[in-house]
């Protein structure tokens, strides 16, 4: 017998409530119950950071957290909760200037990871380093980083 059990938090502005076991990764809520397919599934095990998305502003990888673990308080935002009502999110707009994108499969996790290095940095009242972005663990297959370091620095210019 399965055990479900009632999970309520926020995701890109609006709460929700899900019927799920515990231990469902937060990556198969998001995509296979919500259908907020943004973030990818890429590796399942936190390495590859496809799916990176923000838990309460900062970037984390659902794949690596159980839905159990989130509070109602809790706030999820994917790369769909992003841009706001006058166009894309300065990150988004700099990828798109840069022409980072090739498979793209990479891509939402990368912005998200880059906007959470963005705000980190500016709430440090720093600017962003190349020992920032070697720290960033997101990976390309296409392999864009040059093109992706540069939307980074663009994009955290305009945030």
Not at 16 to 36: A, F, K, P, Q
Not at 107 to 116: N, S
Request: aromatic share 4%.
């Amino acid at each position: 017998m399965i055990l479900l059990a009632e999970h309520t938090f926020r995701v890109n502005g609006r709460q929700v409530t899900v019927d799920v076991e515990d231990d469902v990764r937060l990556l198969w809520v998001l995509r296979d119950l919500l259908r907020i397919t943004g973030p990818k599934y890429g590796c399942g095990i936190d390495v590859c950071k496809a799916c990176t998305s923000h838990l309460n502003g900062e970037a984390v990888s659902p794949c690596a957290i159980p839905v159990g673990a989130l509070r109602p308080d809790d706030e999820v935002v994917t790369i769909e909760g992003l841009a706001g009502p006058d166009g894309p999110h300065p990150m988004q707009r700099a990828w798109i200037d840069h022409d980072v994108a090739q498979c793209g499969y990479c891509q939402p996790g990368q912005v998200m990871a880059a906007v959470a290095l963005a705000r980190r940095a500016a709430a440090e009242q720093r600017e962003i380093t190349d020992a920032d972005l070697d720290g960033l663990r997101n990976v390309c297959r296409c392999g864009t980083y040059n093109r992706i370091r540069a939307a980074i620095m663009d994009g955290a210019r305009h945030m």
